[in-house]
């Protein structure tokens, strides 16, 4: 017993002595579950600059895309919970796979949030000549068409927008046929084109620029807090039909459960610190983001425990069954 104890005191020690050698040990890795290049990756390279300025240690971005985030998910799980790998993500890959993929055999508590970054607006786009005005008008179009069903572009079987349009589906009573793509720009391409009625998707301000081509309509938000580029743009509570829906992607920074709570203090309070810069905050807005300020550590859990609610009543309103 005696040697239980002691072995368990050394762990102790050398736990508390590794939280405050934190982040001098070694550069930290910044996980992106997608590939270079992409909205996810810019915005992880504009917080790791400040990240690092903070901490006085360099921060590695790693990409590993694929499989709707999962493969980056496990990659961070099969690390130490010691705060030197942390995860750039969102719902859409560490809820959103748990819920709806039978092989995902993780679960959104083996994560923690450490700081809420940013809010990306989920918007309703439609073909240029699809003759609606707002979500109201889309609906009424789509209870008309009986025989031959609207159709509309989403990332993928199971992924938010696709998860979110078949809310909405049930709440009104209409019925829309889903086409799934891999990736916005696809779906993009095609409903610029004609192919599709309309698509529900993560706004990007590329957007604009095809709006004032005449290829698209931005529609409406399907969240009532918007970015400056949509401030005049219809959001649900302008809807008579759809006032008490609001939903929006929200994305933060994580480590693994079980970290340490000083490492989790200290990356959180240089999260806060890139929040507060202005050249952050402007980068990220140009992007289309929602910028939040810093959280407390139960501001976060609250954020991430209403997320997890969330998501799985809107799977279990949809009736959407594990694939």
Same mark, same amino acid.
């Given at each position: 017993?005696?040697?239980?104890?002691?072995?368990?005191?050394?762990?102790?020690?050398?736990?508390?002595?590794?939280?405050?050698?934190?982040?001098?040990?070694?550069?930290?890795?910044?996980?992106?579950?997608?590939?270079?290049?992409?909205?996810?990756?810019?915005?992880?390279? *504009?917080?790791?600059?400040? *990240?690092?300025?903070?901490? =006085?240690?360099?921060?590695?971005?790693?990409?590993?895309?694929?499989?709707?985030?999962?493969?980056?998910?496990?990659?961070? +799980?099969? %690390? =130490?919970?010691?705060?030197? $790998?942390?995860?750039?993500?969102?719902?859409?890959? +560490? *809820? !959103?796979?748990?819920?709806?993929?039978?092989?995902?055999?993780? =679960?959104?508590?083996?994560?923690? +949030?450490?700081?809420?970054?940013?809010?990306? $607006?989920?918007?309703?786009?439609?073909?240029?000549?699809?003759? #609606?005005?707002? +979500?109201?008008?889309?609906?009424? !179009?789509?209870?008309?068409? $009986?025989?031959?069903?609207?159709?509309?572009?989403? #990332?993928?079987?199971?992924?938010?927008?696709?998860?979110? $349009?078949?809310?909405?589906?049930?709440?009104?009573?209409?019925?829309?046929?889903?086409?799934?793509?891999? %990736?916005?720009?696809?779906?993009?391409?095609?409903?610029?084109?004609?192919?599709?009625?309309?698509?529900?998707?993560?706004?990007?301000?590329?957007?604009?620029? !095809?709006?004032?081509?005449?290829?698209?309509?931005?529609?409406?938000?399907?969240?009532?807090?918007?970015?400056?580029?949509?401030?005049?743009?219809?959001?649900?509570?302008?809807?008579?039909?759809?006032?008490?829906?609001?939903?929006?992607?929200?994305? %933060?920074?994580?480590?693994?459960?079980?970290?340490?709570?000083?490492?989790?203090?200290?990356?959180?309070?240089?999260?806060?610190?890139?929040?507060?810069?202005?050249?952050?905050?402007?980068?990220?807005?140009? @992007?289309?983001?929602?910028?939040?300020?810093?959280?407390?550590?139960?501001?976060? @859990?609250?954020?991430?425990?209403?997320?997890?609610?969330?998501?799985?009543?809107?799977?279990?309103?949809?009736?959407?069954?594990?694939?």
């Amino acid at each position: 017993m005696a040697a239980l104890v002691c072995a368990s005191c050394a762990l102790l020690g050398s736990t508390q002595a590794a939280a405050q050698d934190y982040p001098q040990a070694q550069p930290l890795s910044l996980i992106v579950p997608y590939p270079a290049g992409g909205p996810s990756d810019a915005s992880a390279r *504009i917080f790791s600059e400040a *990240i690092s300025e903070y901490l =006085k240690q360099n921060v590695v971005v790693e990409n590993i895309g694929g499989a709707t985030g999962t493969i980056a998910a496990r990659r961070m +799980l099969s %690390g =130490k919970a010691d705060g030197y $790998t942390f995860f750039h993500g969102s719902p859409n890959e +560490l *809820i !959103l796979p748990t819920l709806i993929h039978k092989a995902v055999t993780f =679960k959104p508590e083996d994560f923690e +949030l450490v700081q809420a970054i940013t809010t990306a $607006t989920i918007v309703v786009l439609t073909r240029a000549d699809l003759d #609606v005005n707002n +979500l109201d008008d889309l609906i009424r !179009l789509a209870k008309s068409r $009986t025989d031959s069903p609207l159709t509309y572009g989403s #990332v993928g079987n199971g992924s938010l927008y696709h998860l979110l $349009t078949e809310r909405i589906g049930k709440d009104t009573g209409i019925t829309v046929e889903h086409v799934p793509y891999r %990736g916005s720009s696809p779906a993009l391409i095609d409903l610029a084109g004609g192919q599709i009625d309309f698509a529900v998707l993560a706004f990007q301000t590329s957007m604009i620029g !095809l709006q004032e081509q005449g290829r698209i309509k931005i529609l409406s938000a399907l969240g009532n807090s918007v970015p400056e580029p949509l401030k005049d743009i219809p959001k649900p509570k302008d809807s008579e039909q759809l006032k008490d829906f609001d939903y929006g992607i929200r994305g %933060g920074y994580f480590v693994k459960a079980g970290t340490p709570e000083e490492v989790k203090k200290v990356l959180r309070a240089a999260v806060g610190y890139a929040l507060e810069k202005p050249d952050v905050r402007e980068k990220l807005e140009i @992007e289309g983001r929602i910028v939040y300020h810093p959280m407390t550590a139960e501001e976060n @859990e609250e954020l991430w425990n209403n997320e997890i609610s969330s998501l799985r009543n809107l799977i279990e309103v949809v009736g959407f069954e594990p694939i």
